[in-house]
Nanobody, 122 residues
C-alpha cells in the first residue's frame, strides 16, 4: 500500500498551503484517511481525518476554522487545505490509511505516506 503526500513548503505566517495525499493502487474513498503532523521533538499528533463515508471525524483544536479536509474521488486524492498558517503549524505532515472509520490514535493506522515538510516562517 502506497500513500504519497505532497504540497508542503515554506510559507509566511498567515499564508496558505494545500497538501495532497494520493493513493495509487487502491480506491481511497473506501478508507479513512488521516492527516498527522510531527514537529521536532514532539509526538506525532492527529490533525484531521475523513472517513470512508466522507464523514469528517475530527479536527485538532488548534487548527479548527483554519484547516479543511476534503476528498476528490475522481483524482483519488485527499486534501488538507491549510489557511492562516502559524509558526506552530511547522511540522512534517503525514497522511495515513485505515479501514472503516477514523481514529485519533496514530497506532490505529497501519499504512503511512512519507511525509511532506511544512515550514511557517517569516
Amino acid at each position: 500500500v502506497q500513500l504519497q503526500a505532497s504540497g508542503g513548503g515554506l510559507v509566511q505566517p498567515g499564508g496558505s498551503l494545500r497538501l495532497s495525499c494520493h493513493g495509487p493502487g487502491f480506491t481511497m474513498d473506501k478508507y479513512a484517511i488521516g492527516w498527522f503532523r510531527q514537529a521536532p521533538g514532539k509526538e506525532r499528533e492527529g490533525v484531521s481525518c475523513i472517513g470512508s463515508s466522507d464523514n469528517i471525524l475530527y479536527y485538532l483544536d488548534s487548527v479548527k476554522g483554519r484547516f479543511t479536509i476534503s476528498r476528490d474521488n475522481a483524482k483519488n486524492t485527499v486534501y488538507l487545505q491549510m489557511n492562516s498558517l502559524k509558526p506552530d503549524d511547522t511540522a512534517v505532515y503525514f497522511c495515513a490509511r485505515r479501514s472503516y472509520q477514523c481514529s485519533r490514535d496514530k497506532i490505529a493506522y497501519p499504512y503511512w505516506g512519507q511525509g511532506t515538510q511544512v515550514t511557517v516562517s517569516s
